[in-house]
């Protein structure tokens, strides 16, 4: 939910009836604040009325006045299962509706009746062709066409972290012990692959900082820019808080992976443009995403914790490698 105004401002309710209160609990299961600011998120778990109002139980055990926050839309966006919906090639595409193309009998190229849907994909047969000043992309299930400068593409590195050449059987013996997982991710891109060995499993779209990637002299907050390099997932989370600048909150976001300080692959729900640029320096996936990449990397959270933190004695941790 957002919270559409200050939670600390009168409601005519409030003055008619004395507010109701909950059993004692510890102080620590509150968080440190006893109000939300105007455009920040948070979750709950009940709803009950009470003196001719609905009030919502949030998760750290508050009661919010229902009338003050709106629901956010469900978000039903997610990637692509790689080697069981589609293989690369493939495109998606970001930010609004794309043109479909249909080849003429003399070459040209036109446009179909009905485009690629924003967030949608196609598999691509790796057919190109060169016409009218752009580059041609030819689907894989047909004879319909999308220009390459429309399409976000996810192309990975040629090799693994540890030297092996992608998509080739490892003869190098140097991959980590367990499911030699790892992440790939491009920041202005728009995409994320995910692999287990030399093999990609999963691709999709991110969102990563507004910033873009950082800004030499400056800190990564500061810019709001997401940071490059190559990172291990050192902390998994099924939800976590985060405070953002001015106090704004976004509460139980989901699936929270830290890979850099403050910085986190997460689940995002309050926003649905996937591909652009829109964090605070995170790396946002849908919610359907986020779960499927908590239960890919390592280390595993054990069954019934919340949380675990990576230490080298436990096991690997999978890599993530974050490039413009």
């Known amino acids: ?64 006045p229902q009338d003050r926050v709106r629901a956010y839309p469900k978000i039903l966006f997610k990637g692509v299962e790689l080697g069981k919906e589609a293989e690369l090639p493939i495109a998606l ?20 009746p009905k485009p ?77 692959i995910a692999f287990e060995g030399t093999k990609p499993v999963y691709a999709t779209l991110i969102s990563a900082g507004l910033g873009g990637t950082p800004t030499s002299g400056k800190s990564a907050l500061e810019t709001a820019s997401t940071p490059t390099g190559r990172f291990l997932i050192s902390g998994k989370f099924a939800t976590a808080t985060m405070a953002a600048p001015n106090e704004f909150i ?19 729900y309050w926003h649905n443009d996937w591909g652009d640029l829109k964090s605070g320096g995170c790396v946002n996936v849908s919610p359907i995403d986020g779960r499927w990449l908590f239960q890919f990397t390592e280390p595993e959270l054990p069954q019934g914790w919340h949380g675990v933190r990576w230490l080298p004695k436990l096991g690997p941790a999978t890599t993530f490698i974050v490039h413009e």
């Open 116 to 192: 690629w849907p924003r967030l949608s994909w196609v598999a691509l047969s790796g057919e190109s062709v060169e016409a009218q000043g752009r580059v041609f992309l030819k689907s894989k299930s047909g004879d319909e066409y999308l220009a390459k400068q429309d399409a976000v593409m996810p192309v990975p590195r040629a090799f693994t972290p540890w030297g092996a050449r992608v998509g080739e059987q490892d003869k190098t013996g140097k991959a980590p012990p367990g499911r030699a997982t790892w992440i790939e991710a491009s920041v202005r891109g728009g995409w994320l």
């Open 250 to 268: 976004h509460t139980e976001v989901p699936w929270t992976q830290n890979f850099s300080g403050p910085h986190a692959l997460h689940a995002a």
């Open 1 to 64: 939910l957002q919270n559409q105004a200050d939670a600390s401002s009168p409601h005519p309710a409030d003055t008619q009836a004395a507010a109701f209160q909950l059993p004692k609990m510890p102080l620590v299961v509150h968080e440190a604040r006893d109000r939300l600011l105007a455009r920040s998120t948070v979750a709950y778990s009940t709803e009950v009325a009470k003196n001719e109002r609905n009030w919502l139980l949030t998760a750290d055990m508050r009661w919010l």
């Open 93 to 112: 595409f970001r930010t609004r509706d794309r043109p479909k193309y249909v080849r003429r009998e003399r070459g040209e190229f036109v446009e179909a």
